[in-house]
């Protein structure tokens, strides 16, 4: 719900010249937030135990409902005669699920069985049915009219690409450094800080570049050095130094905080205006999508590569385990870069009307 609204809410609220600037300082309190989980969440495990880290969302949620009531403008819908889209939503949803479970266990139940391979072909049945329906109802669950534009469409399907990458990291990377090298939690949130850290100090800086210069440049840049990132990750050894970790999620922080403030403003500035919440809901499905499919391909690799390891040195095959799945994230984040360069060049958002103090 905050990731569906969040960007639609800027959008109106700031004119079409501080878009990127408005979506870049959002990403930026995104991976502040992100900074200061690990590293929070690993030392509450470590002094209080796992359900601390459950338990400290109570208060924060409670914070910041409260800062919505007060802050946020009210506004009226512009749509009031949509119904909700529930056979979009069922067909998605076991979709989904289908395609997750097979990723999952395909290791435990072989790749070529019965089970897998029904999942996987009902999971390809049930997606295409999801868009067979969605071209054809009066009210779809996702608007495939705004696939259109080839804008739109590099806006919607780049994210998806980005955010398999972002929890191929956030998934991998803990198992490297506590099964692969004996490290406590609090010891791996403060490393994986590097990341967001990076990613937070980038993210508004080319959320206002792309208001001048559109977003084809940063977002294919971005994707490029996310990719060299995750090709330094794929190299890591038992033994390789902490500092190189943290380098390479340094250039993984970087690439991705160049692409999504540019990115997110080209989606939401393609979009009709009477169509600003559907877009924004787009852009929120290609993420979580994203977020399913990295964890459930990096799963994948990851299990079916230690699986047949072998236990004898857990070590190196934990590391083997990580590295391939960093290496098929590289190639992920190549052809996101693609995706984003295919895009085409938009208009500058800055005119000199369009600013407000």
């Excluded at 996987?120 to 009219?145: K, Q």
Aim: charged residues 10%.
């Amino acid at each position: 719900m905050l990731f569906a609204n969040s960007p639609a809410i800027l959008t109106k609220t700031f004119p079409a010249g501080q878009r990127g600037q408005a979506l870049g300082i959002q990403g930026a309190m995104t991976y502040l937030g992100l900074t200061t989980g690990p590293f929070l969440g690993g030392w509450l495990t470590d002094t209080f135990g796992w359900h601390s880290v459950f338990f400290i969302n109570v208060p924060v949620g409670l914070f910041v409902t409260w800062m919505a009531f007060r802050v946020i403008p009210k506004d009226m819908p512009t749509e009031c005669s949509e119904r909700f889209d529930l056979p979009g939503a069922l067909t998605f949803t076991a979709g989904l699920i289908a395609l997750m479970l097979g990723l999952n266990q395909g290791h435990n139940w072989g790749w070529f069985s019965a089970p897998i391979l029904g999942l996987l072909a009902g999971a390809i049945l049930l997606l295409g049915t999801f868009i067979w329906l969605e071209l054809r109802l009066p009210a779809p669950m996702l608007d495939l009219s705004l696939f259109k534009g080839s804008i739109f469409r590099s806006s919607a399907i780049s994210p998806i690409l980005n955010y398999i990458n972002i929890y191929c990291v956030l998934f991998l990377m803990p198992f490297y450094l506590i099964q692969g090298r004996s490290l406590t939690p609090s010891q791996v949130g403060l490393i994986l800080t590097a990341q967001p850290l990076v990613m937070a100090l980038t993210a508004p800086l080319n959320g206002t570049i792309s208001d001048r210069t559109g977003s084809r440049l940063p977002t294919t840049l971005g994707m490029l050095i996310l990719a060299a990132g995750l090709y330094l990750l794929s190299r890591l050894t038992p033994l390789s130094p902490y500092y190189y970790v943290v380098i390479g999620l340094a250039v993984t922080g970087m690439g991705t905080g160049m692409f999504v403030a540019p990115n997110g403003s080209a989606l939401m500035g393609d979009a009709p205006k009477s169509r600003q919440g559907i877009a924004s809901g787009v852009l929120a499905l290609a993420r979580n999508v994203g977020m399913v499919l990295g964890i459930g391909l990096a799963g994948a690799i990851f299990t079916t590569i230690l699986a047949g390891g072998g236990a004898d040195n857990l070590s190196e095959t934990t590391a083997r385990a990580v590295d391939a799945g960093f290496l098929f994230a590289s190639g992920v984040a190549v052809l996101a870069a693609l995706v984003c360069l295919a895009r085409g060049d938009e208009r500058p958002n800055v005119s000199p009307e369009s600013k407000i103090s």
